[in-house]
């Protein structure tokens, strides 16, 4: 399995934690009387910062384990070879338009909850639940791509 | 729009090269093995460049690595 391929399991998961914990605490906050501002906010908060947090310690934890493991299987402490050729970088390019993609029919979606006479609030929480679960689908079509050839 | 495959014969040429090694070859022309297993299993086209230097590493022009045949053509 490739350097890429790892990183992007770790992405996925890191994702779909996020979006565990986000649904967790929506649910929560639903089952105490209602989404109230101040909480919704931070819950935001915590949920943006986690995903950029756990991408960026994510890559990095893939990169030395990888080199620790490969130094251990071929018993050489040698520079590892982690490059990203044109091959990876046409599948995160074709991974990210899905998420764009993806991500415009969830702000369509949460444009939706106005004709239905929602408050902003239930929007906006609908806008950061389509970006984590745009990303999440972003992660699966770059796995998919790997996998079926681009 | 019709389907379009660019095959190729990578496998042969290694083994012509002494039975090079698909990370021999990966690292000649500067990507990763998995690149190479796609190519040869006709399942990624390389960019011009890459398939150049492909043929580079093996000696023999471009042509006889790779050729183009449309899905309705014969192979």
Redesign the interface.
Known sequence: M?S??INIIVGLVSHLLVLVYYLVNLYQMNQEGGLVSSKVFTLWAIVIVAIIFLNIVGNILTYIVLSIVRAIKTGKAEEE?F?V????KLIELKGVRVSYISFSIGVLISMLTFVIGQPPLVMFSLLILSGILAEITGDIAQLYL?R??? | MEKCQVRNNIRKFRFFQNEMTQEQLA?KV??????II?IE?A??A??LE?AFRIALVFGVPLEEVFSYTSEDEPA
């Open positions: 490739s890429q391929l070879r490059i050729d044109e091959r990876d790997y079926r050839g681009v | 690292e500067g990507v990763t093995r998995q690149t796609a299993s399942k990624y390389p960019s890459l």
